[in-house]
Each structure stands twice: as C-alpha cells, then as structure tokens.
C-alpha cells in the first residue's frame, strides 16, 4: 500500500513476480500491466483491483476475492484458481477461464 499511496507503484510493476502477497489487502489497487508471474495471491483481497493486461502466468489466486476486479486482457495461463472466483470480476472471457488451473482437490474413484 505504501507503494501506491505514494504514486511508486507504477515504477516497480515489473518487478512484481514471484512476491508473497497472499492474504494482503488489495482492495482498489492498480496493478494493470503489472507481472504477478508465479506470485503467490492466495487470500489476497483483490477486490475492485485493476489487473488489466496483469500478467499472472501460474500465479496462486486460490482464495483471492475477485469481486468487481478488472481482468480485461489479463493473462491467467496457469493461475491457480477456482472458476467460481471470477464470478462478479469484470472483463473475464471464456478463453481466460480456459487458461486457470483449477485450484479444486482432484476427487479419486
């Protein structure tokens, strides 16, 4: 929050990868164009977040809250999610759920 309270986050969104930000608060950040590339987001509250052409290639959004969030151009290739979390994001297209890995517990017979 101190990086976008204080207009710094729009230098440092490249560099954003591999970060531990699960269970952080999100809420209404701007990280459009931002590489979130295998960050970890579990539990994070992106909430109304900006994630426009967010790069979040295997990304761990298992728990995020997603509600309201713009993924338009989001690139969700391996991100580790359930479907029903983009339920209420905005932007989401089929060829984007079509990407996620499904964060569900495989069910053996």
Do not use: C, W
């Not at 990868?17 to 295998?38: G, V």
């Not at 969030?69 to 060829?95: K, R, Y």
């Amino acid at each position: 929050m101190f990086l976008h309270d204080s207009d710094l986050l729009q230098y440092v969104k490249s560099f954003l990868y591999l970060l531990d930000l699960s269970n952080t608060d999100l809420n209404r950040i701007d990280l459009s164009f931002a590489n979130l590339s295998f960050a970890s987001l579990s539990g994070a509250d992106l909430s109304k977040a900006n994630l426009s052409e967010a790069h979040l290639f295997q990304a761990d959004l298992g728990g995020a809250h997603l509600r309201e969030a713009n993924l338009s151009g989001a690139h969700l290739s391996g991100a580790i999610a359930t479907p029903e979390q983009f339920a209420g994001a905005e932007g989401v297209t089929p060829e984007q759920l079509a990407q996620i890995k499904s964060s569900k517990p495989a069910v053996y017979k």
